[in-house]
C-alpha cells in the first residue's frame, strides 16, 4: 500500500478553510486503555506531549503500549486549517502532519523515555515521507508542551543526530517547536489497530539504537 501526497507545504494564504468547530463525534473512553478519549487537560501530575512519525495508525499503537502512558488519540497538527477533515488533510492543502497526542505519568515513563523511542521506531532522516508514505502529512515532528520538554526535545535530537552522523546516515528532518493546534481525528482513526488488527503499519527506522548513557 503506497500513500503519495504534495512534498511542499503551501503558502498559508492558500490553505484550506476548513470547519468552524469539530463536526463529528467521538468516543467517550479509549478503546484499549481505561481513560477518556477527549481531554483538555492532563489529570495532575501527568504530562501532554505530541508527536508526528508517519502515519499515525502504528505511531499511536506504538505509544498506547508503552507503560506508563494514560491515554492517547490521533488528530491532525502544524498546519494553519481548523477542523480538517482527514481527505483535507490528505489533499496536502492543510499543512497539518499526522499527529499523536499522548498523555503520560511522568513517574513510570519520561518524556525522555518517549522522544528516544520515537526516534527509534521511525526514521527522522526522511523529511516529507515516512518509508512508503510520501507526503507532507507523514512529516517527523516533536512538539512539545513546557520548557522542560523542549530542552529535552532539542538535546535527544542533537545526540541522536551525532550517534546518525557517526554511522555515515542522514540529518535528522524532525520539526521541532511548541505545541500548535491539535484537532482531533474522525473516530475511524482513533485506535484503528485494536479495531483491525492487520490493518496497515508503516514505519521505516533507521536501525540505529539511542546511544547508550545518553
Not at 503506497?2 to 468552524?20: I, K, N, Q
Request: hydrophobic share 30%.
Amino acid at each position: 500500500m503506497f500513500h503519495r501526497r504534495p512534498v511542499e507545504l503551501v503558502p498559508d494564504e492558500r490553505t484550506l478553510p476548513g470547519h468552524t468547530e469539530r463536526w463529528f463525534p467521538l468516543a467517550e473512553h479509549h478503546r484499549v486503555l481505561d481513560a477518556p478519549l477527549v481531554t483538555d487537560e492532563a489529570p495532575e501530575g501527568y504530562e501532554v506531549a505530541y508527536f508526528g512519525l508517519g502515519c499515525f495508525w502504528g505511531a499511536e499503537e506504538m505509544f498506547w503500549q508503552t507503560p506508563g502512558v494514560w491515554s492517547t488519540s490521533v488528530g491532525y497538527q502544524g498546519g494553519t486549517t481548523p477542523h480538517p477533515s482527514y481527505e483535507e488533510v490528505c489533499s496536502g492543502q492543510t499543512n497539518h502532519t499526522e499527529a499523536v497526542r499522548v498523555v503520560f505519568d511522568p513517574s513510570t515513563v519520561s518524556y525522555a523515555d518517549l522522544v528516544k523511542r520515537f526516534f527509534e521506531v521511525h526514521d527522522p532522516t526522511q523529511g516529507m515521507r515516512q518509508g512508503n508514505d510520501v507526503g507532507t502529512q507523514y512529516r517527523s515532528a516533536l512538539y512539545y508542551t513546557s520548557p522542560e520538554q523542549e530542552a529535552v526535545a532539542r538535546d535527544l535530537t542533537d545526540r541522536y543526530a551525532a550517534e546518525l552522523a557517526r554511522r555515515g546516515l542522514g540529518e535528522i528532518t524532525t520539526e521541532i517547536r511548541e505545541a500548535p493546534t491539535y484537532y482531533y481525528a474522525e473516530q475511524d482513526h482513533q485506535q484503528y489497530l485494536d479495531r483491525v488488527p492487520h490493518g496497515y503499519r508503516c514505519h521505516a527506522n533507521t536501525g540505529v539504537p539511542f546511544p547508550t548513557g545518553a
